[in-house]
């Protein structure tokens, strides 16, 4: 897919898809009657689909999260993260992108914000916004927050082939886990959801 027909699909007046789309990436064990809220608070975060054209197609990055003992440690994620001060959801997607790739932001223009998401093992309320660039950006992650950046494209992510399902022991007994294969990963939970969404404005009359 080009980068031109991704920004046509990506018309902000448009209805989100929202929930329908996400379902079929959310895990097994995460489906059904939510609990009760235990009333501790949700903490902001923002995410950036990065959209830019490399060999005439449309590509986005994301990143390996290095191994450690947090909640998503070691995971495949878009680049993002919790909001600081009085910034706004948008100025935290751009900052934080800048702050893991190692690049100016300042010229990433966001052509529309996805649904909100909430990720209850880490208690995040993520705000996920896509964004272009003319040209691929040069990226210098930051050690201590990417191990690895990676470029996929939505080409890529728009391959029935790419969806994938494995099977996760969980209190007993086995759950359907679904995630896309891109670029050779596996990205599955608050990414794969994330990018369910997207996936389903591209593919608008096909």
């Keep these: 897919m080009t980068l031109e027909t991704a920004l046509g699909r990506l018309d902000p007046s448009r209805p989100l898809p929202g929930e329908d789309a996400r379902l079929p990436l959310v895990p097994e064990y995460r489906r059904g009657p939510r609990p009760e809220e235990d009333g501790s608070p949700w903490r902001e975060a923002s995410v950036l689909i990065l959209l830019y054209p490399r060999g005439g197609t449309a590509r986005f ?3 390996q999260r290095p191994p450690g003992t947090g909640v998503h440690a070691g995971q495949v994620s878009l680049p993002g993260g919790s909001r600081e001060g009085r910034e706004t959801a ?3 997607a751009l900052r934080e992108t800048a702050e893991e790739l190692g690049f100016d932001t300042s010229g990433v223009r966001i052509l529309r914000e996805l649904t909100t998401l909430r990720v209850p093992p880490s208690r995040f309320r993520v705000r996920p916004f896509v964004g272009v ?4 950006p040069p990226f210098r992650p930051a050690p201590a927050e990417v191990e690895e950046c990676f470029e996929t494209g939505l080409a890529e992510l728009l391959d029935p082939a790419a969806r994938e399902e494995d099977l996760v022991e969980r209190e007993g ?3 359907r886990v679904p995630f896309y294969r891109l670029a050779g990963r596996r990205v599955w939970g608050a990414t794969a959801i994330i990018l369910a969404e997207l996936r389903e404005i591209m593919a ?3």
């Design 61 to 63: 990055p994301l990143i």
């Design 90 to 92: 948008e100025e935290c």
């Design 133 to 136: 660039l003319d040209s691929p």
């Design 173 to 175: 007994r086995l759950w």
């Design 204 to 206: 608008v009359n096909g």
